[in-house]
T-cell receptor, first 113, second 114 residues
Framework: GDSVTQTEGQVTVSESKSLIINCTYS????????LFWYVRYPGEGLQLLLK?????QKGSSRGFEATYNKEATSFHLQKASVQESDSAVYYC??????????FGTGTSLLVDP | DMKVTQMPRYLIKRMGENVLLECGQD?????MYWYRQDPGLGLQLIYI???????SEGDIPKGYRVSRKKREHFSLILDSAKTNQTSVYFC?????????????FGPGTRLTVL
């Protein structure tokens, strides 16, 4: 079946430093899945951060960006300069055939002020 | 204001008791979902509802049932709760089941079964 791998369970970055959160995927139900990053702030539900539905394209939102790399089956999340308010849990996900979203295990980002 | 609400936010039950988790949305979305999340795992789909009285099992439906009598409400029921159902439960909704449609999530219900 489809799967999403996030290798880092927790990441700590100093404010104003750059960030990369790794995400790789395996899609067996569909050749070109849609890829998503969701974010969960403390006490809130998951909310969509960005999505990319076309291989080779880049999505961006709130200073974050991610590129759909079909050759590497990756969708890493990057930000050039993080802020303390970016502290949250970030989930990579893909949608295959039909309704299903497959999520990674999440990466908890802590930004040190 | 587009919102998915969940009640209660925290719940403690004893093994064998019945549990009712409620979810509401104000966006008139046809499709609603129930997920659970356990430490070290991604969100796992329990049930999906395509509209009123049109429900389908997800990946882990065993031990759960759902009810959707109004488009804006979707309930998750645990008959005779088990300790391994201790988890955080998320409800979500989307405009349709198309794979590019965004899912909107509630804040979660933390259920502890003792």
């Amino acid at each position: 079946g489809d799967s999403v791998t996030q290798t880092e369970g927790q990441v700590t970055v100093s404010e104003s430093k750059s960030l990369i959160i790794n995400c790789t995927y395996s899609a067996t139900s569909i050749g070109y899945p849609n890829l998503f990053w969701y974010v969960r702030y403390p006490g809130e539900g998951l909310q969509l951060l960005l999505k990319v539905i076309t291989a080779g394209q880049k999505g961006s939102s709130r200073g974050f960006e991610a590129t759909y790399n079909k050759e590497a089956t990756s969708f890493h999340l990057q930000k050039a300069s993080v802020q303390e308010s970016d502290s949250a849990v970030y989930y990579c996900a893909l949608s295959g055939m039909g309704y299903k979203l497959t999520f990674g295990t999440g990466t908890s980002l802590l930004v040190d002020p | 204001d587009m919102k998915v609400t969940q009640m209660p936010r925290y719940l403690i039950k004893r093994m064998g008791e019945n549990v009712l988790l409620e979810c509401g949305q104000d966006m008139s979305h046809e499709t609603m979902y129930w997920y659970r999340q356990d430490p070290g795992l991604g969100l796992q789909l329990i049930y999906i509802s395509y509209d009123v009285d049109s429900n389908s099992e997800g990946d882990i439906p065993k031990g759960y049932r759902v009810s959707r009598k109004k488009r804006e409400h979707f309930s998750l029921i645990l008959d005779s709760a088990k300790t391994n159902q201790t988890s955080v439960y998320f409800c979500a909704s989307s405009l349709s089941t198309g794979f590019s449609y965004e899912q909107y999530f509630g804040p979660g219900t933390r259920l502890t079964v003792l």
